[in-house]
T-cell receptor, first 110, second 118 residues
Framework: QKEVEQDPGPLSVPEGAIVSLNCTYS??????FMWYRQYSRKGPELLMY????GNKEDGRFTAQVDKSSKYISLFIRDSQPSDSATYLC??????????FGEGTQLTVNP | GAVVSQHPSWVICKSGTSVKIECRSL??????MFWYRQFPKQSLMLMAT?????????EQGVEKDKFLINHASLTLSTLTVTSAHPEDSSFYIC??????????????FGEGSRLTVL
């Protein structure tokens, strides 16, 4: 069983839709949770960084962490074609090593 | 955010040759850098952790003699793929940890280097 599970998609939505991306995990020691956006043939770009449970909002992006359910989410409001990319969840314990999900490929259609 | 630069962004080489990829932290000092490998439509797989001034720590299944890592300064780590073969063709990405007071330093990634071995 993988430590981090993420539906690879692909996910296709119309412009302006609310997008929900999710990951589940099995390691209860994970404390730090991140979402990265990766455009084709580029390195991942850090979008959101959350410690422990709770919500964090940054512009159109909201990250949620539910440690009791071992479930994290990223919501994108008013999605734009420029949001089309692969979204990777990642998490770690107090050390530096990241464990990534498979990534969800998102396409926002104009 | 912090800037991590990789060079070259893409390289094509003949089978049997060696290729060096550089990873630089441009606006901060990184005592620890990480090297990942990514195949098409797959996630990032950690290859090794590069520590400044000491030997790299390799993940299980990664050949140390094939993927040579050197972290000679606080801003530069290099990955050398020795005697490259077509199966080594992949997207190699480095990341660096921004030092944080609570050991929660964020990880920023380079743009990646696409290696094609003919």
């Amino acid at each position: 069983q993988k430590e981090v599970e993420q539906d690879p998609g692909p996910l296709s939505v119309p412009e302006g839709a609310i997008v929900s991306l999710n990951c589940t995990y099995s390691n209860s020691a994970f404390q730090y949770f991140m979402w990265y956006r990766q455009y084709s043939r580029k390195g991942p770009e850090l979008l959101m960084y959350t410690y422990s449970s709770g919500n964090k909002e940054d512009g159109r992006f909201t990250a949620q962490v539910d440690k009791s359910s071992k479930y994290i989410s990223l919501f994108i409001r008013d999605s734009q074609p420029s949001d089309s990319a692969t979204y990777l969840c990642a998490m770690k314990t107090s050390g530096s090593r990241l464990t990534f999900g498979e990534g969800t490929q998102l396409t926002v259609n104009p | 955010g912090a800037v991590v630069s990789q060079h070259p962004s893409w390289v094509i080489c003949k089978s049997g040759t060696s290729v060096k990829i550089e990873c630089r932290s441009l606006d901060f000092q990184a005592t620890t850098m990480f090297w990942y490998r990514q195949f098409p439509k797959q996630s990032l797989m950690l290859m090794a952790t590069s520590n400044e001034g000491s030997k790299a720590t390799y993940e299980q299944g990664v050949e140390k003699d094939k993927f040579l890592i050197n972290h000679a300064s606080l801003t530069l780590s290099t990955l050398t793929v020795t005697s490259a073969h077509p199966e080594d063709s992949s997207f190699y990405i480095c990341s660096a940890r921004v030092p944080g007071g609570t050991n929660t330093g964020e990880l920023f990634f380079g743009e990646g280097s696409r290696l094609t071995v003919l």
